[in-house]
Each structure stands twice: as structure tokens, then as C-alpha cells.
């Protein structure tokens, strides 16, 4: 990702946190988890000097299919976390990946996901698109804007497996495809923000400018 931003032109330290098969609840618990906590990432929040929270995750909630409402619902609290740090979010979309095509699991497994399914997603297994929806509709209630990232280098897994090492990872080159599209944003981003602030400086000058011409009256 670091050399992806400095491509753009963006010299900047990346820092990361994962917790490999936790679904968005989790990653949420984690962000706000004390750090003697295994997977916490609570230090994120806390470092003065971060400016931008990319979240990548919906892959298990989807597989896991726990319902687009717990989904979308803890994805605002990663986001309202954020923003409440002065950290500006950027959210990846529920990446695509072979939701209809995973290995069969355990019987206990297979009965437990098919439970869920029909509690939550009314029977329905590529529910990515509805999961992506429902986020979408969320953040529309926010008072600020979210920057949203679109999955657009695949948008169908079985004719873009180049991209994957199995239905749910991606593999190297998927990863720097999706790092490419988070810099893009952060840069974007970055530079409006830079915009904004040359522009309100401006404005600041001009205001004292015209204060002390009209004192000098």
C-alpha cells in the first residue's frame, strides 16, 4: 500500500490490523478492544497522526450470512469510531468472491450456515449485492459523506479467478489491484482536503485584508 501511494505521490506511513475469520462485529469489538486484548486495534484510534481508516470486510459476514442489518449496522460503528477521532473512513464494498462456490464444511457446519441463511437472508446464497445495498442506504443517514470503494475489478468471481487463490482470498495480484484502488481514494481524498485548506487560508487573508483597509479609514 506505502508504494502504492508514493506511485500517486503520496509519501505516507501505512499501518494495518486483521483478524483473520472475524466478521464485522468483531472487527469492531477490536477497534475499541483494550490492547492487551488479542487483535486489538485500538491503537489505530489512538495514533495522533492517523488520517484515513480504510475498512475492508463483509466477506465473512456474507459467507456467514448474519443479515445485511448486523452487518451494515456494525460497519457504522467502525465508521462513527473514526469519525469521532477525527479520522476520515473510507469503506471497501463487500468484495466479491465465490459465495456460491465454497467447499462443502462439517454436517454441524453446513446445517448451522443453512440455519442462518434462511433466519437472515431468506434463503437467498449470493446475497453480496444486497449486503452492499444496505450499506449504502446506512450512510446515507450520516451527516458527513463516506467515501465508498468500489469492488470494480471483479465484479463476477468465476470469470475472475485470476484474482483469487480460493473462493475467498484474494491472491497477490488481487491484493495490489485492491491496494491500487485504496491509494487512488486516499490521494483523491488527500488532495481535497489540501484544496480546501489553501482555499480557506486564502479566504482568512483576504478577511484580514479588508478588516485593516477599513481600520486604516
Keep these: 500500500m506505502r508504494q502504492r ?48 481508516l480504510a475498512v475492508v470486510a463483509g466477506v465473512n459476514d456474507t459467507n456467514g450470512h448474519i443479515g445485511r442489518d448486523f452487518y451494515a449496522h456494525h460497519i457504522l460503528g467502525i465508521i462513527k469510531a473514526a469519525q469521532d477521532r477525527a479520522v476520515q473512513p473510507l469503506v471497501v464494498e463487500v468484495p ?8 462443502s464444511s462439517s454436517v454441524f457446519s453446513r446445517c448451522w450456515h443453512h440455519l442462518f441463511r434462511y433466519l437472515f437472508d431468506g434463503g437467498k446464497v449470493d446475497v453480496i449485492e444486497d449486503y452492499r445495498g444496505e450499506l449504502l442506504a446506512r450512510l446515507r443517514t450520516l ?13 463476477d468471481y468465476a470469470s475472475n479467478t485470476n484474482y483469487y487463490t480460493d473462493p475467498l482470498h484474494l491472491n497477490k495480484q488481487g491484493d495490489a489491484v485492491l491496494a491500487s484502488l485504496i491509494a487512488g481514494e486516499v490521494i483523491e481524498l488527500h488532495n481535497k482536503a489540501i484544496q480546501r485548506t489553501g482555499a480557506s487560508r486564502f ?3 483576504t478577511n484580514r485584508t479588508s478588516s485593516a483597509a477599513g481600520s486604516r479609514r
Design 96 to 103: 466479491e468472491y465465490g459465495i456460491e462456490c465454497m467447499p
Design 5 to 52: 501511494l508514493s506511485e500517486k505521490g503520496l509519501n505516507a506511513e501505512v499501518v494495518s490490523s486483521g483478524h483473520p475469520g472475524a466478521q464485522s462485529r468483531q472487527i469492531y469489538r477490536d477497534l475499541l478492544a483494550d490492547q492487551t486484548k488479542p487483535y486489538s486495534s485500538k491503537a489505530l484510534l489512538l495514533d495522533a497522526d492517523l488520517d484515513y
Design 203 to 205: 479566504a482568512q487573508e
Design 143 to 155: 451527516e458527513k459523506p463516506v467515501t465508498v470503494i468500489k469492488f470494480s475489478f471483479v465484479r
